[in-house]
């Protein structure tokens, strides 16, 4: 299996022989102060909000059909996307190989380890604006198995073959917290019904270079700590779909076959009251 991940050194020759489109996901105020050569600047990446009916999920893909194409992306130059290090924003660049892959996209890479890696390896850093030359590229509609919907989770509250995994931070776990954007963002707190749960940074440790996924091994040791396995179909959420994300790459490296991520999250359950969760502690008093 090609590893999605690629690294300083194998993204330098990349960017070199102008096979890369380079997006960074990071606020304009950060990609401003120092990116990578010739890299795009993509914040709604992370920030975009999408529900998870027909309409959400069509604005949703052509918003990003359009806006990767317009980066440069053209179904032959592969995507490489940053963040600041693997830990700092929530997964974002995660979030945004989850939504080419959604979209069907043939060549999707997260660079490992951030932007920290890459100054951490001491290489070029630019303050230049980039203009990109626009291209596009078509939307494959079958990749779209790996978007879940609320019925889709509905179902899978039910299905004892499935696991749904949590991987939100622990105070949204044990419902002290709604969301990482206040403690009363959304209306309710808890969890949907039946998960388990992996704190997503679990699926990094620290090295030299910042934090990077866990190797497949490790990641596959978290995994049977819930009951998963490479044959366990696994349905992920957490807030706004950024933490499933990295998560979903994690467990894909690991060989984990079937995932899919409820892009909604949190952020939509959380909102209908018609839809079940689980309140207070997981865990008896």
Known sequence: MTSALVSPEELKPMIDGEVAVVIDTRDPE???AGHIPGAVNMHDIFTFLATSDASGMSELKEKFAAEFGAAGLDGDKTAVIYEAAMTTGFGQSC??????SFLGYPKV???????????AEGMAVSTEAVAP???GFDIDESAASIMMDVEDMKAAIGDDGAVILD???IDEWIATSSSPYGVDFCPRKGRIPGAVWIEWYRMM??????????????VLAECATVGITPDT??????????R????FLALKEAGVKDVSIYFGSWNEWSRDPSLPIEEGLPFGA
């Not at 030299?208 to 497949?216: E, F, R, T, V, W």
């Not at 179909?233 to 950024?242: Q, S």
């Not at 499933?244 to 998560?247: D, K, L, M, P, Q």
Request: charged share 20%; with cysteine; hydrophobic share 40%.
């Open 233 to 242: 179909p696994v349905k992920i959420y957490c807030f706004k779909g950024a």
């Open 244 to 247: 499933a994300s990295n998560t």
């Open 133 to 135: 030359t626009p291209a």
């Open 95 to 100: 979030r945004g190989f989850y939504l080419l």
């Open 205 to 218: 440790k620290p090295t030299a270079l910042g934090p990077m996924l866990k190797s497949a091994d490790e």
């Open 30 to 32: 950060s990609y401003a």
């Open 109 to 119: 890479k997260v660079l490992h380890g951030g932007f920290a890696a890459w100054q």
């Open 167 to 169: 991987v939100r931070d």
